[in-house]
């Protein structure tokens, strides 16, 4: 079946860029999907990108796509203390199905 | 908006209770969703509603029980619960559920964090 791996542990500095990585399997994804997650609550939709697109760019917010190598990265400019959460990337396998990476767990130091 | 509503926030009930989660939205979507999430998990799905017909059951024990009484709302009906159950339970939805359209971009809740004694 498909599959969506992470790196478990980011650890950055305030003010320093953040990079959080997926790799993905299914060759015939159309839309990935990056999603943030505080302690205690729901998934917020942060961003998603077409996978036509190469990059897409959203204010702090950097979505590089690889289609070839089945890369895809969020980078988080000027990390705030606020960012430190767990980020799910996520991949569209089938009609309402997402496959969640395992997720990544950003912890930003002030 | 992009919100959706759910209660409530937390729940605490025994083995022989019977409860149900709550879930609105008020966007127009016609796909909602029951998610279940342990920690430090990604969440796993557990039932879609498409134009408020049961469209996926990932295989959930019967002792949950979905329900979509209209477009906008959407249940889950839990009875004799184990405390293996005991996560945090997530309603989505999204405008249709078509894949390679951005119309399947699902939208979650804040969750209900149950826990079974």
């Known amino acids: 079946g498909e599959d969506v791996e992470q790196s478990l542990f980011l650890s950055v500095r305030e003010g320093d860029s953040s990079v959080i990585n997926c790799t993905y399997t299914d060759s015939s994804s159309t839309y990935l999907y990056w999603y943030k997650q505080e302690p205690g609550a729901g998934l917020q939709l942060l961003t998603y990108i077409f996978s036509n697109m190469d990059m897409k760019q959203d204010q702090r917010l950097t979505v590089l796509l690889n289609k070839k190598d089945k890369h895809l990265s969020l980078r988080i400019a000027d990390t705030q203390t606020g960012d430190s959460a767990i980020y799910f990337c996520a991949d569209v396998s089938g009609t309402y199905k997402y496959i969640f990476g395992t997720g990544t767990r950003l912890k930003v130091l002030a | 908006d992009t919100e959706v509503t759910q209660t409530p926030k937390h729940l605490v009930m025994g083995m022989t209770n019977k409860k149900s989660l709550k879930c609105e939205q008020h966007?127009?979507?016609?796909?909602m969703y029951w998610y279940k999430q342990k920690a430090k998990k990604p969440p796993e799905l557990m039932f879609v509603?498409?134009?408020?017909?049961?469209?996926i059951n990932e295989s959930v024990p019967s002792r949950f029980s979905p329900e979509c009484p209209n477009s906008s709302l959407l249940n889950l009906h839990l009875h004799a619960l184990q405390p293996e159950d005991s996560a945090l339970y997530l309603c989505a939805s999204s405008q249709e559920g078509v894949r390679q359209s951005n119309t399947d971009t699902q939208y979650f809740g804040p969750g209900t964090r149950l826990t079974v004694l």
């Open positions: 509603y498409s134009y408020e017909k049961l469209s």
């Open positions: 966007m127009g979507h016609r796909a």
